[in-house]
C-alpha cells in the first residue's frame, strides 16, 4: 500500500514556475514509477511526466516536452515536478500517481497506476 500526497500547487502568472512534490508513504517506493497527470474542467485527465523506478527513465506529453522536468529522491520518498514557463493551458489539478511499471509498459496510461495522491491546484493567469 502506497499513500501519495501533492504540494507546491498555487496560482502563477503566465511566464512562471512552481515547483510540485508528492511525498510517499511505505517503504517501497523506490520500486514504483511515478507519474504526473492533470485534469482541467471540462477535459479529460491527461498525462503529463513520468519516470521509472531508479530514475533513469522519464516521459512527457508533447504538451510540457522543455519545460517541464520530473525527478525523484528515493532516499526522501519523494518525486518533483517543475513546472518552468507556465501557460494558462497548465491550469489543472495535478495528481501524482504511482505504479509497478517495468520496460515496454505504457507510462502514459492512467489504468496503469495503482495509487492516486488527492491532487494540488495550479492556477496559471494570464
Known amino acids: 500500500q502506497v499513500q501519495l500526497v501533492e504540494s507546491g500547487g498555487g496560482l502563477v502568472q503566465a511566464g512562471g514556475s512552481l515547483r510540485l512534490s508528492c511525498a510517499a508513504s511505505?517503504?517501497?517506493?523506490?520500486?514504483?514509477?511515478m507519474g504526473w497527470f492533470r485534469h482541467a474542467p471540462g477535459k479529460e485527465r491527461e498525462f503529463v511526466a513520468a519516470?521509472?523506478?531508479?530514475?533513469?527513465?522519464?516521459y512527457y506529453a508533447d504538451s510540457v516536452k522543455g519545460r517541464f522536468t520530473i525527478s525523484r529522491d528515493n532516499a526522501k520518498n519523494t518525486v518533483y515536478l517543475q513546472m518552468n514557463s507556465l501557460k494558462p493551458e497548465d491550469t489543472a489539478v495535478y495528481y501524482c500517481?504511482?505504479?509497478?511499471?517495468?520496460?515496454?509498459?505504457?507510462?502514459?496510461?492512467?489504468?496503469?497506476?495503482?495509487?492516486w495522491g488527492q491532487g494540488t491546484q495550479v492556477t496559471v493567469s494570464s
Open positions: 500517481a504511482a505504479a509497478t511499471l517495468g520496460p515496454g509498459s505504457d507510462y502514459e496510461e492512467s489504468g496503469e497506476y495503482d495509487y
Open positions: 511505505g517503504r517501497t517506493f523506490s520500486s514504483y514509477a
Open positions: 519516470i521509472s523506478w531508479s530514475g533513469g527513465s522519464t
